[in-house]
């Protein structure tokens, strides 16, 4: 089992919808989470960083992190098809810290 | 500024010779990081710097694999003699230092072995 689960899609929305991407872990040493956006043949752009559990809001994308349930989401709303592409969660310990990514989901928003 | 460079974008070579991959950091960065993105296995951690020391090789998927930092800025990853599996992109991250900070990554090197 991979310590960063995440479903890889494809998932295909229209324009304006609420997107909502998820991941599950299994360490619970994890304590800094990120987002990250992907477009192809790019390498990753970080979209949101947060530390524990709580919610991060920046523009149109939330970030929810819950230690509890080891469950984070990322949350786009009036999604755009620019905003087509691969998302990536990541995550990581206190010590190096080395990134430890879920497989991506794959977004498509449709004009 | 400028951001992460790596170089070349795209290498294409033969099994069983070696390849060099080159990453420049963000001015000021001291700390360096190597990932693999292939299709089956995702985004994997390969080693990271921490000036030109490497604290953490746990990544390093066997012992073709070599990584060196000079002056605390370029890196070069090396892979000896290599083999169908090697073919992924070879992405480089920096941040200001180790530790949970941001980490800004490069466009990759696309590495295909025939």
């Known amino acids: 089992q991979k310590e960063v689960e995440q479903d890889p899609g494809p998932l295909s929305v229209p324009e304006g919808a609420i997107v909502s991407l998820n991941c599950t872990y299994s360490n619970s040493a994890f304590q800094y989470f990120m987002w990250y956006r992907q477009y192809s043949r790019k390498g990753p752009e970080l979209l949101m960083y947060t530390y524990s559990s709580g919610n991060k809001e920046d523009g149109r994308f939330t970030a929810q992190v819950d230690k509890s349930s080891k469950y984070i989401s990322l949350f786009i709303r009036d999604s755009q098809p620019s905003d087509s592409a691969t998302y990536l969660c990541?995550?990581?310990?206190?010590?190096?810290?080395?990134?430890?990514f879920g497989q991506g989901t794959e977004l498509s928003v449709k004009p | 500024g400028a951001g992460v460079s790596q170089s070349p974008s795209n290498k294409v070579t033969e099994k069983g010779k070696d390849v060099e991959l080159r990453c420049d950091p963000i001015?000021?960065?001291?700390?360096l990081y190597w990932y693999r993105q292939s299709l089956g296995q995702g985004l994997e951690f390969l080693i990271y710097?921490?000036?030109?020391?490497?604290?953490?090789k746990s990544g390093l998927p066997s012992d073709r694999f070599s990584a060196e930092r000079t002056g605390g800025s370029v890196s070069t990853l090396t892979i000896q003699r290599t083999q169908q599996e090697d073919s992924a992109v070879y992405l480089c991250?920096?941040?200001?230092?180790?530790?949970?900070?941001?980490?800004?990554f490069g466009p990759g090197t696309r590495l295909t072995v025939l």
């Open positions: 990541a995550m990581s310990h206190n010590q190096g810290g080395k990134l430890i």
């Open positions: 001015s000021g960065h001291t700390a």
């Open positions: 991250a920096s941040s200001l230092a180790a530790g949970p900070n941001e980490q800004f």
């Open positions: 710097f921490q000036g030109n020391s490497a604290p953490d």
